[in-house]
């Protein structure tokens, strides 16, 4: 049974462009939502996190929103560039156990 | 600073061979997780380590086992290879016990033929 489920499962946006990428929860007690970013041949690399205490954290082009009530947590990357066209990842945790992840979205972001 | 290093970087094994696989953490990383990544199923959690200890475990049979050491570095071992096990395996450390600032190796492909 998939903790996260993940969506859309591949995305292809221009240049400039938003991509969102969505991701819900049933498990009330996950406390720690980060995504992850791969490159192919790569590890992936955490991107962004966030904790359910907050509704938006923003670095840089990346932003995660997050709605506690509907257990639904989403990635928007700002002005997207062709360098982002990546397999992202979003996951939860609960203290110090495991990362349950999503299945991945491959992004493309056309130039 | 050396990030997470797994060797090796590919590995094709037959049916019913068994296999290890190595996990080199970063420098001063206690804990080691490893993950089984593959198409459509994205990451599944197999196990992980601290300071020797293996102090969680994924759903997986028992042929997937693994190990640390006193410096850190990990291996994991998959016995009796099944078509199935086909995949990249993964392996993570950090500081603490704490998901957090959690940083991946480049992984090894695992082919079963």
């Known amino acids: 049974q998939q903790q996260v489920k993940q969506s859309p499962q591949s995305l292809i946006v221009q240049k400039g462009g938003i991509p969102i990428i969505n991701c819900a929860y049933e498990?009330?007690?996950?406390?720690?939502f980060p995504w992850y970013q791969q490159f192919p041949g790569k590890g992936p690399a955490l991107l962004i996190a966030i904790r359910p205490d907050v509704s938006e954290k923003k670095e840089g082009r990346f932003t995660i929103s997050f709605n506690k009530s509907a257990k639904q947590f989403s990635l928007h990357i700002m002005d997207s560039q062709p360098g982002d066209s990546a397999t992202y990842f979003c996951?939860?945790?609960?203290?110090?156990?495991?990362?349950?992840f999503g299945t991945g979205t491959r992004l493309t972001v056309i130039p | 600073k050396a990030g997470v290093t797994q060797t090796p970087r590919y590995l094709i094994k037959t049916r019913g061979q068994q296999v290890t696989l190595s996990c080199s953490p970063i420098?001063?990383?206690?804990?080691v997780s490893w993950y089984q990544q593959t198409p459509g199923q994205g990451l599944q959690f197999l196990f992980e380590y601290f300071s020797e200890t293996q102090r969680n475990k994924g759903n997986f049979p028992g042929r997937f086992s693994g190990r640390q050491f006193s410096n850190s570095r990990s291996e994991m071992n998959v016995s009796t290879l099944e078509l199935g096990d086909s995949a990249l395996y993964l392996c993570?450390?950090?500081?603490?016990?704490?998901?957090?600032?959690?940083?991946f190796g480049s992984g090894t492909q695992l082919s079963v033929l």
């Open positions: 498990n009330t007690a996950f406390d720690y």
């Open positions: 996951a939860a945790s609960t203290g110090a156990n495991n990362l349950f």
């Open positions: 420098s001063g990383h206690r804990s």
């Open positions: 993570a450390s950090s500081r603490g016990q704490g998901k957090e600032k959690l940083f």
